[in-house]
Structures are given as C-alpha cells and as structure tokens.
C-alpha cells in the first residue's frame, strides 16, 4: 500500500485486490488482530501504550494504514485502505481496514480505466510511486 499511497489523491482509496490471501499475517496475526492498523501518529500520540511494541511491527501497521493525523484523540486517515481478499469483511473491520468483496471486482474495468478517476497498478509493490513533481501529501491538511 506504502508504494502506490504517494499517487493517490486526498479522500481516495487503495483497493488491495488479492483474493487468495486468507489471513491477515501468520506470523503477527494475533497482534494486529489485537492492535489493528493506525497511522504513525496515532502510535507516537500514545507513545507510553505502544512502547513495548517491536518498531519494525508498528512500522508495518502504520505502512498498511498510511498517511494520516490524530488530534484529540481521533484519527484522520488521507486516504482509505480497502482490502479485497479472502479474509472476511468482520476481520478486515477489525483490523480498522475496509472490506470488498472480491467477487465484486473486475480487474478488466481498471486495466481499462471504464471506472473514471480509477488506475490499475500491476504487481503495485515492485516499485515504488511518486508523483511527476516529485511532491507528497501535505497531511497538514487533514
């Protein structure tokens, strides 16, 4: 999700299309089941109650949530993270990511761009996207 955020405009999505991943992650599972995905600032906002926590972890939920705020206790995310896969919607709620089903996707409409203001970016986490001008978000704004 990290490598294609920096194309995406205020108020988009990321719609993480791959219908055979089954579970969140094996190995860390349980913690972000128990944890879930939040922006870096909502980590370094409750430094005291994530200290414990393996950086390269927090790292990782902050990578999957993307860019966001938190002021007074709430949370603003630039953009919205949605997971199209195997793993139910309840669990993907869980983890404070959104839900499609993927039956409901048809690759074809992105590849030929029949959805306005939609890209398909194939094999999206081999590279790594910036905008032509070289900018990134101002989460300033949010």
Request: negative net charge; proline residues 4%; hydrophobic residues 35%.
């Amino acid at each position: 999700m990290y490598k294609v955020e920096p194309v995406v405009a205020d108020g988009g999505r990321v719609i993480i299309y791959a219908p055979r991943v089954l579970e969140i992650s094996e190995a860390y599972g349980e913690l972000i089941r128990k944890i879930g995905y939040h922006t870096r600032d909502y980590f370094l906002a409750q430094w005291d109650r994530f200290k414990e926590v393996p950086l390269a972890i927090l790292t990782h939920f902050a990578h999957v949530r993307g860019i966001g705020t938190y002021r007074k206790g709430v949370e603003y995310d630039r953009i919205e993270v949605i997971l199209s896969t195997g793993i139910s919607e309840s669990e993907c709620r869980m983890v404070n990511l959104g839900y499609q089903d993927p039956e409901g996707i048809r690759v074809d409409d992105y590849a030929s761009l029949k959805n306005e203001g939609d890209s398909l970016v194939p094999k999206a986490g081999e590279m790594l996207h910036r905008l032509a001008d070289g900018s990134v978000p101002d989460i300033d704004k949010l």
